[in-house]
């Protein structure tokens, strides 16, 4: 692939132009907004001009209700060999450029499985895609070369491509991404009223649990109305399990020893059931999980300090497998746990000590 033409240059769009870009592809930058478009050129994304001929593969990375139009306009106009949106639902789009009557031979739609909480091309990055899942959803009538071209895009963006039909990935996501992310908006909005005492203890789990729903709901009310079945049918087995653990904690708060017991029994099997299905989770670059070892390191709030502890884990010869942060609430401190191979956890214990850290226990 020489040249591309990306088509919605927020956090998506911009970040595929980075990597593109970086690996030498000559990449157009076009969007409806045209200050994003120069945002993401002044970002090293590429060029805000556009293509004087038709480019390799036009990307589209724009909201899903406005991926078949934009596709449509794009395709009328012959500005590319290859075509291929990144929405989050696979399905839907599919069906609105077929009733649109076009050739979809040079169409594949596909999703990484990658993204970020943040909007726009300034959240964007050249390794967002890195080692994550890449679904690609070729049809029969999909061009061969088509196909080599989104997967010449998933290589150069380091992910790891997927094929499935858009049915069967719109129903994955609705587990993976979709139900997850309502249940997410639905324990933050708990603390939208609550008393600041309360919320100033947050901690690092609540942070997890509630990341995404930080997310542009315009966005997001584009995705779940794309996929409003599947989702519905989780988030009612969901609403099951909550009846029932409801029930268990009432069970807890009776006079009735047997009745306590029943309804511990019945929050040991939700725990126990949330831990099958937890250990299932794949580890990073989508690998079987593995069980790393967590060395704890206590940091103060100053520029570099994470580069530093990076640095010297890496003149131990130690590779980190992950790293979570944990701050303190109104503390100028907070606790690095870096993620390791359990066998090399305690030289690189005894490396950081040496080079002054002070690890938590
Ligand atoms: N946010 C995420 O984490 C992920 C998003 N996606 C998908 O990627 C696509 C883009 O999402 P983001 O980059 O997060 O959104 P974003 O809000 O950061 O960027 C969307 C861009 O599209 C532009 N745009 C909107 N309508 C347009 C039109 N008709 N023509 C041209 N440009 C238009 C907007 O001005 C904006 O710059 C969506 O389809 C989303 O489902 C896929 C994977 C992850
Ligand atoms: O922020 C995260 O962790 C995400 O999972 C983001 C995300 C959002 C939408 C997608 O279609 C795919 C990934």
Not at 187 to 198: D, G, H, I, S
Request: overall charge negative; some cysteine; charged content about 20%.
């Amino acid at each position: 692939m020489r040249t591309a033409l990306v088509i919605g240059t927020g956090l998506i769009g911009t970040s595929a132009a980075l990597t593109l870009q970086s690996r030498g592809v000559s990449v157009h930058l076009a969007d409806h907004d045209p200050e994003q478009a120069r945002m993401a050129a002044a970002l090293g994304a590429g060029t805000d001009e556009p293509p004087i001929g038709p480019v390799d593969l036009a990307i589209v990375a724009v909201p899903p209700a406005h991926v078949a139009a934009t596709l449509a306009d794009a395709m009328r106009r012959g500005v590319a060999r290859a075509y291929l949106d990144v929405a989050s639902v696979k399905a839907g789009p599919r069906r609105e450029l077929e009733e649109l009557g076009l050739d979809l031979s040079s169409y594949i739609g596909t999703h990484p499985m990658s993204g970020k909480e943040r909007s726009g091309p300034l959240a964007a990055t050249a390794d967002l895609f890195e080692g994550r899942p890449w679904v690609l959803t070729p049809t029969r009538e999909t061009d061969t070369e088509v196909l080599n071209l989104a997967l010449e895009l998933v290589a150069l963006c380091r992910a790891v491509p997927v094929v499935m039909d858009a049915d069967a990935h719109d129903r994955a996501v609705a587990l993976v991404s979709h139900m997850p992310h309502l249940v997410s908006s639905m324990v933050a909005a708990r603390l939208e009223n609550a008393e600041e005492t309360a919320v100033r203890l947050c901690g690092q789990g609540i942070r997890d649990v509630t990341r995404i729903a930080a997310s542009d709901p315009r966005m997001w009310i584009d995705i779940l109305s794309a996929n409003p079945g599947p989702v519905a049918d989780l988030l009612s087995a969901v609403a099951a399990d909550l009846d029932e653990t409801v029930s268990a904690l009432r069970a807890l708060q009776s006079s009735d020893e047997a009745k306590r017991q029943g309804g511990a029994t019945g929050i040991e099997t939700v725990l126990r059931r949330g831990n099958a299905g937890q250990v299932r989770v794949p580890g990073k670059h989508g690998s079987a999980p593995t069980a790393y070892e967590t060395v704890a390191v206590l940091i103060s709030d100053q520029p570099g300090q994470l580069a530093r502890i990076f640095a010297d884990a890496g003149m131990a010869g130690v590779n980190i497998e992950d790293v979570r942060i944990e701050h303190a609430t109104g503390q100028q401190a907070g606790v690095v746990q870096l993620l390791v191979d359990p066998k090399v956890a305690p030289a690189l214990a005894g490396a950081l000590r040496e080079r002054g850290w002070a690890l938590r226990q």
